[in-house]
């Protein structure tokens, strides 16, 4: 099982970035995938989480409004869409397999190697 996190980079307040998650070695379609950040010196968090069957998906509250969550399961890869960017969003980001509408990482199995998403203050 891998899953690999791509797509971050430097960014100016404001703009967006897609952040992809790979995965292999696992049929993603019977899988929900989230993506958690982690800023420096802080906790890691979840940011968002796309259901399997139904597509559900769920959000931080700090990105509400701002990112959306999508899977293509003929691509085996879910997307991250951010958008209105803020320098607090700085982080690196992971994409991990399993998850529920708590984005709590317990409920993760898998995780991928981050990207690095930097915002400009």
């Known amino acids: 099982v891998q899953l690999q996190a791509s797509g971050g980079g430097l960014v100016q307040p404001g703009g967006s970035l897609r952040l992809s998650c790979t995965a292999s070695?696992?049929?993603?379609?019977?899988?929900?995938i989230a993506w958690f950040r982690q800023a420096p010196g802080k906790e890691r968090e979840g940011v968002s989480c796309i259901m399997s069957s139904h597509g559900r998906t769920y959000y931080a509250d700090s990105v509400k409004g701002r990112f959306t969550i999508s899977r293509d399961n003929a691509k085996n890869t879910v997307y991250l869409q951010m958008n209105s960017l803020r320098p607090e969003d700085t982080a690196i980001y992971y994409c991990?397999?399993?998850?529920?509408?708590?984005?709590?990482?317990?409920?993760?199995?898998?995780w991928g190697r981050g990207t690095l998403v930097t915002v400009l203050q």
């Open positions: 991990a397999r399993e998850c529920g509408s708590h984005l709590s990482e317990y409920e993760s199995d898998y």
């Open positions: 070695g696992f049929t993603l379609d019977y899988y929900p």
